[in-house]
Structures are given as structure tokens and as C-alpha cells.
């Protein structure tokens, strides 16, 4: 087993942290990761994204041209990653700020609107957990407890954001199933 | 061992010195390892270490030199244009033989090159980057948790040939977070280094004053001195190779061998071969100075195999090594990209094709 | 019979390859008697140039360590970072220190480096025989300037003690000659008062000592003292630039 999952969307975005978080959600439940940033002028309010990687055994290349899912933060990025997709991963696309489709009919399309969502519960800084909280229940890649424990610990020293980041993991999860 | 961790590779880099007893840091920021120095900024004060913003990679060559002269653990973290301004310093360090930790995250070159993953410095770490007869103990790391250990294992290699220890990582082992464990057998205690060490007559109780210097006006005395360093590289040779063979049991065609990143690529690609019912094999040099000249060859020898790829992330340095300890006994070729761009195991599996 | 001179502990009787009439044995003695007459010997670390005094770790008999050209003071901020215990200086000439140096010496001086500079100006680079150096004077000649420095084309003669003294963190910046005995005795209290600064736990001390070459001047050694004096003084005067208790002083 080797899911690879590209997070991709606006520097700012808090495009790495969910993809650390998810890494190490990984690690903690027991499967080899490897967290790729984008890194260098790239950073500097352009686009940013990084590739987690998860298996059951060590990890060869970590450099994926096509990773199995995606989640796309913003049009540019859902432009740029959505060809490369491998058929039956998830497509996940922020909708508030995407308003298009991905083109593909081989995988698995989900359209969050994860900014107003996270609007609507007071910090458009939780975007980034709506959409984790619908990754990971959608595509079932790891036990969604041990993502709630991930950022748990992502925000052991702003405690009092706890709450609120619960609630936008949960209201992801609830858009993904609905 | 202590729990798994999540780190990035600089980040493991900089507590991995600390584990190992390196409490002095002496560094210019240059991308893509700055994460090192912002990392030790912060932890070097709660070890009560030394943490030291240079003017310049120059300058960072010869506090490095100083503080080993004065007998002191100490290393640097740097990427390729910083590499190529200390390597003065570094020849310097070499030939007053003192023991000091580079660490290099390569990044594409010549000139200022690009800042993505490369191995373009793989002449420079193992030919010598600065002037004179000198080399480096050089190790290349492929994952986060070897950068790790082989940090850790720097320091006492430094100091048991008083002699400088080149960590040759690449972007990717840099930027990318893996999880890792601090191992704790690997701490080593800085030898006794009385006997050499600028240390101070008096801390060290003594009536002899001691000398760090790398000056031989003499020709005679010089080449002695040459031949009392050659030894040591010759020692290293005999006692220091680290390799590891992989997929190497089976009756392969093909032999390649690849280090640091692009080793896990190929890695990668023999795996999804093997599904295919093709075997190759590969020898992944841990160590590049000295080079795992005999493992290298007995595996090419083998009845099975009919090529050797050395596959790198420039445009073919260590195959001219792979070549010179085939000595024409198989055909060497050689499969390379620079800019960054990391050939993926696809791209691999087709060069491996090719050749069969 | 008692002995009235004799040498200073903190230097070796071996026999300097120095030119008749060169200056650099005077510095060497007064580093080594203010080494002696505080007591540092057994605890301090010189560091050696390129330059005439590459060998200069062959007179002293404390513990020496030998530098690339220019590189002494960020040898020596590695010495006193991770040894704040030892005291340490540093031994250079004009072509190390305000050429090939000068980015090491600047940045040292401006992190407030607890260690000593000693520089020797003698306007000229004497090693590699006689080429124009930084602080070589207008119309000097020099193996590289043989018409004599055109400063239209080379500008004029760096002033490293003015210079450093505009830098906020070193505590002490000086300037003293060699060339007679009253010049002497002035510049071995300041090279003393250094020592006794960084053993105060003070920043960055600074002594510029104007010298000679008689070898490379094309003089004898007495035109040679004379030719510093009327020339280099005027350009090069003596002094405190930069003291703790001046800073002080305009601080209250």
C-alpha cells in the first residue's frame, strides 16, 4: 500500500502544516512517511505545495510526478495538478475559490467550499482543516482519530484554538460524506 | 532509541551534532539548509553551545579552524557556493590536521546554479575542493534518519584521523521531513587532544606550547608530511567504506550503483522491475571517500551481470570512480540530470531497459 | 652578575629570518613583555599571518595557531567563542589585514570579538617583495607601483585605525609607532592596555603599530626611521582613537 497526496493552493494557506499533520498522523499509526515541501522563491506568495508520501514499507522515491490524490486549494493549483492525478484518488477542490471542475471522470471528485466554511466558524485560517477533515474521511486513508490527535498535538501550544479546529475537522467531514 | 520523531532533514541535522556532543555552531544562511541555523539559534543556548552568524562562508571556514585548532567539537552547515568559499579553509583544516564536521546540502550549480536537489559536488567532497593533497572522510546520506546517524558518527571519524568529514546531502534530504530516531549509542565523548590542541599550557597542564599550522618550508619535511596524510586516507580506505547492496542475492543483468537521493529512486525502480521479472541489482556507496572500490567490483563480476549504470544526479562524476575500479572488466555507462529536475523510477526502468 | 635585559619569557631564543632593521622584532618583544608582565603566557593563543610574520609562532613560546592570508581574526573569534577562558590575538600585516583581511577584521571588530588585533603598517608588502599594499603613501614606489602609488588610480592609503574606531562595539582602537625609543614606550602601553582590556572581558582591542622596510623602501634602516617618520606620521597620526573610559566619559 502507497498513498501519495499532493497539497497544493496560495502560500499562506496553511498548505504545509495540513500535509505535516497528515504525516504525522501517518507516522504515529504506524506507516513510513516522507513530507516533500516545495521550497526556495517558490515560497514567496506564489503558489505552495507538498507531497506526503505513506506506505507500509520504507519509502523509495520520494519525488512523485503523479500522485494518487489531490487537494487543491485554489484554480492554479487545481490547473496545474489535476492532469497529473492518478485515476481513482481523490480530487478534493476548495470550491469558494475554485469554481471549476477537475476534468477527470477517473477519480474520486469532491467540491468543498472549505474557505466559507471556515468563514462561517470565525477563522478563515481553518480552511486548511475543513479540507483535511474531508480528505481524510473521504478517502478513508487513515482512522480519522488519529488525524484529530495530529492536530491536537499541531496546536499544543495554542491550545485555545483546540475547539475551533475540532469543529472545522468535523464540519470537513461532514461536507465529504454528505 | 528514543521515540519516532517527524523532522525535517536540516532540523534533524542540527539536534543530531548536539547528540553527538557538538555544542558549537558556526554557519552562513545560504538556501536550501538555513533551516539548520534557525533550528541551532534556538537550541544551541538551552545546551549552553556556541551558535555564531558569520559574515561569509570564508570567514565560517576559519572559525570552524580555530575552534578545532583551539580543541574544541565544532561543524557547519553549508550548500555548493558556500562549499566552494570555505573549501580554502577546508584545505587548511586538512593539512594542519585538525578534526571539524561539514555538513553540504548540495544544490544545482555551476555558479550560482539553482537551489533544487543535485550532486554536482561530487568531485569537489571527493577530489578535493580546495587546493593540495588532500581528502576528505565524505559520507552521503540517503533518508533523514541516515543523515542523522551519519552526523552522529562524523564526530568521532573527525577526531579519530584528525581530519575533515564531509556530509554530502542533497536538497531533498535537507528539505524533507521524515520520522527519525535519535540513537543514543552513537554520543561520543571528544577525545583528549593534549597533545596537539591550542588549548592553553596551563588548562591542559603543561610546559609545552602547542602549534596548529599547515606551513612546511622545507620540501623534505613537506613530503613527509604528504606521506603521514596519505597514510590516513590509505586508513580510511582499509577501515572506513560503508556501502549497502540491494536486490544483489539474485542472478542480475544489471548493475547500478547511485548514492544519497537518487539511490531511492532507483531503489524504487528495481522494485517495480522485479514485478516485471527483470533483476538489478545496485550497490548504494555510503561512504563516497573512500570509495567502496572492491564491493563494487565483485558485484559487477558476477557472472549474471553484463553492465554497470552509474546513475547521478549531474552529468557523470562518480562513474569515472566506478569506471576506475572496474578497470574495464564490464562496460560502464552512466544516467544523470541536473536543475533539480529528479529522474523518477520510470525514467529509470527506462534507462535500465536499454542497456539490457 | 645579576642580569639587568634579558629576554621575555613569552619569546623562544631562536634567531628571526627578519631583514637588518626591520621592526617586527621590536612588536614581537613588547607583545611578548606585556604576555609576560600579566601573567598570560600559559593561557594565551597567538595567530599568525601570511605575510613577513608567517613564522612568527617560531618566537613566541605560547600556543600559536597559523592562519590563511587574512583569515586571523575569524580564526581567532573561533578560539575565543568556544574558549572564552584563553586570551587571543592576532598578528597582521597591512596586505592581511587591511587587503585580503579586511571583510574578516571589519566583522570581527563589529561583533565586539574579545580578542586583540596587533597590526603592523609598514606601507608596503614585505614577503612577497615589495608590492604596493593598501596603506602604501601617495607616490610611494613600490614593485607594483613602480612610477610611485597614482592615487587617481589605486585612491589613497586606507587609515584601518580611523577606520575601525567608527565602529560602535570595539572598546579599544589605537595607533603607535616604532620608530624611536619615546614611540616605543608609547606603543608598548597600549599593546599592555589591550591585553589588560581583554582580560577585563571587553570587546574587540585594536593596536596599529607604523613600522618599517628598510629592504623594501630601498633604504637603510635609519632613512628608513626617518622616511616613517616625516611621511607616515603626518598621514598616520598617533593615538587613542577609541577607549572604555572616552566611551564612557560621553556616555555620562
Not at chain 2, 536550501?32 to 545546551?47: D, F, I, N, T
Not at chain 2, 558485484?299 to 575500479?325: L, P, Y
Request: net charge negative; glycine share 10%; charged share 25%.
Amino acid at each position: 500500500m502507497q498513498h501519495e497526496v499532493m497539497f497544493a493552493g496560495f502560500g499562506g494557506q496553511g498548505i504545509l502544516s495540513i500535509g505535516k499533520i497528515l504525516a504525522h498522523a501517518a507516522m504515529e499509526s504506524g506507516y513510513e512517511v516522507a513530507w516533500v515541501p516545495s521550497y526556495g522563491p517558490e515560497m514567496r506568495g506564489g503558489t505552495a505545495y507538498c507531497l506526503v508520501v505513506i506506505s507500509d514499507r520504507p519509502i523509495g522515491s520520494p519525488i512523485i510526478k503523479n500522485p494518487k490524490h489531490l487537494i487543491a486549494m485554489n484554480l492554479p493549483s487545481l490547473k496545474k495538478f489535476a492532469p497529473v492525478v492518478k485515476p481513482n484518488g481523490v480530487v478534493l477542490i476548495n470550491s469558494s475559490l475554485a469554481p471549476e471542475r477537475s476534468g477527470r471522470d477517473d477519480v474520486d471528485e469532491i467540491r468543498v467550499p472549505v474557505s466559507d466554511i471556515a468563514k462561517d466558524l470565525g477563522s478563515i485560517r481553518a480552511a486548511n482543516i475543513v479540507a483535511l477533515g474531508s480528505f481524510v474521511a473521504r478517502s478513508k486513508i487513515l482512522d480519522f482519530e488519529s488525524i484529530r490527535e495530529a492536530v491536537k498535538e499541531e496546536f499544543r501550544n495554542k491550545e485555545k484554538l483546540i475547539p475551533l479546529e475540532m469543529e472545522a475537522l468535523d464540519r470537513g467531514k461532514a461536507e465529504a460524506l454528505k | 532509541m528514543g521515540k519516532k520523531i517527524l523532522m525535517k532533514g536540516n532540523e534533524a541535522i542540527g539536534e543530531a551534532a548536539i547528540r553527538a556532543g557538538c555544542l558549537n555552531y558556526f554557519a552562513y544562511p545560504i538556501t536550501p539548509q538555513s533551516e539548520v541555523a534557525e533550528y541551532l539559534v534556538k537550541r544551541m543556548p538551552e545546551v549552553g553551545g556556541v551558535f555564531v552568524q558569520g559574515e561569509s562562508e570564508v570567514a565560517v571556514g576559519y572559525m570552524i579552524f580555530g575552534a578545532s585548532g583551539a580543541g574544541a567539537r565544532v561543524f557547519t552547515t553549508s550548500s555548493s557556493p558556500g562549499v566552494s568559499l570555505m573549501s580554502e579553509a577546508i584545505s587548511y583544516i586538512a593539512g594542519a590536521q585538525c578534526p571539524a564536521v561539514f555538513v553540504n546540502i548540495i544544490r544545482g550549480g555551476p555558479g550560482l546554479g539553482g537551489i533544487l536537489p543535485s550532486q554536482g559536488d561530487y568531485f569537489q567532497a571527493t577530489k578535493g575542493g580546495g587546493h593540495g593533497d588532500y581528502h576528505m572522510l565524505v559520507m552521503a546520506p540517503a533518508s533523514v534518519q541516515e543523515a542523522v546517524e551519519m552526523v552522529m558518527l562524523a564526530f568521532p571519524l573527525a577526531e579519530k584521523y584528525r581530519n575533515p568529514v564531509m556530509i554530502l546531502g542533497d536538497g531533498l534530504i535537507g528539505q524533507m521531513m521524515e520520522p527519525v530516531e535519535f540513537p543514543d549509542d552513537l554520543r561520543t565523548e571528544p577525545t583528549n587532544k593534549d597533545s596537539w590542541a591550542t588549548s592553553g599550557m596551563k588548562s591542559r597542564g603543561s610546559t609545552e606550547r602547542n602549534l596548529v599550522k599547515s606551513l612546511y618550508l622545507d620540501p623534505t619535511q613537506l613530503n613527509d608530511h604528504n606521506l603521514n596524510l596519505k597514510a590516513k586516507y590509505d586508513q580510511m580506505k582499509a577501515e572506513e567504506v560503508r556501502y549497502e547492496p540491494y536486490n544483489t542475492d539474485g542472478d542480475y543483468k544489471i548493475l547500478i550503483v547511485s548514492f544519497g537521493t537518487m539511490s531511492r529512486v532507483c531503489r524504487t525502480a528495481i522494485d517495480f522491475l522485479k514485478e516485471e521479472g527483470i533483476e538489478v541489482g545496485m550497490i548504494r556507496p555510503q561512504t563516497v571517500f573512500p570509495f567502496p572500490d572492491a564491493p563494487i567490483r565483485d558485484a559487477a563480476v558476477k557472472e549474471s551481470c553484463k553492465a554497470v549504470i552509474s546513475i547521478e544526479m549531474n552529468m557523470g562524476q562518480m562513474v569515472e570512480d566506478v569506471e576506475r575500479c572496474l578497470k574495464g572488466q564490464r562496460p560502464v555507462h552512466w544516467y544523470g540530470k541536473c536543475g533539480g529536475d529528479v529522474p523518477t523510477p520510470e525514467e529509470i526502468m527506462e534507462v535500465i531497459k536499454e542497456r539490457l | 652578575m645579576a642580569k639587568t635585559f634579558k629576554k621575555p619569557e613569552a619569546l623562544s631564543d631562536a634567531h628571526t629570518h627578519y631583514c637588518p632593521g626591520c621592526t617586527h622584532g621590536v612588536i614581537h618583544r613588547l607583545v611578548a613583555e606585556a604576555i609576560d608582565e600579566l601573567g598570560l603566557r600559559d593561557m594565551t593563543v597567538g595567530i599568525a599571518p601570511v605575510g613577513c610574520a608567517v613564522l612568527a609562532y617560531n618566537y613566541f613560546t605560547c600556543d600559536f595557531q597559523e592562519a590563511a592570508h587574512g583569515r586571523a581574526p575569524a580564526m581567532a573569534t573561533g578560539i575565543k567563542r568556544v574558549r572564552p577562558d584563553l586570551i587571543v590575538f592576532t598578528y597582521q600585516g597591512d596586505g592581511d589585514l587591511a587587503s585580503i583581511g579586511m571583510g574578516e577584521i571589519i566583522h570581527a571588530a563589529n561583533r565586539g570579538e574579545k580578542f586583540t588585533a596587533i597590526f603592523v603598517n609598514n606601507a608596503v608588502y614585505g614577503m612577497t617583495g615589495g608590492q604596493m599594499a593598501p596603506t602604501t603613501m601617495p607616490g610611494q614606489r613600490t614593485t607594483t607601483s613602480p612610477a610611485g602609488r597614482d592615487i587617481l588610480d589605486t585612491g589613497m592609503p586606507i587609515r584601518m585605525a580611523e577606520l575601525l574606531s567608527t565602529l560602535k562595539t570595539p572598546s579599544y582602537i589605537a595607533r603607535q609607532a616604532v620608530l624611536r625609543p619615546k614611540y616605543i614606550t608609547k606603543a608598548k602601553k597600549a599593546i599592555k592596555k589591550a591585553f589588560q582590556y581583554q582580560m577585563e572581558n571587553r570587546c574587540f582591542t585594536f593596536v596599529e603599530v607604523v613600522s618599517t622596510c628598510p629592504t623594501n623602501w630601498g633604504m637603510s634602516p635609519l632613512e628608513s626611521l626617518e622616511w616613517a617618520e616625516k611621511t607616515l606620521l603626518p598621514y598616520y597620526p598617533l593615538g587613542e582613537f577609541k577607549t572604555p573610559e572616552q566611551e564612557e566619559q560621553d556616555a555620562a
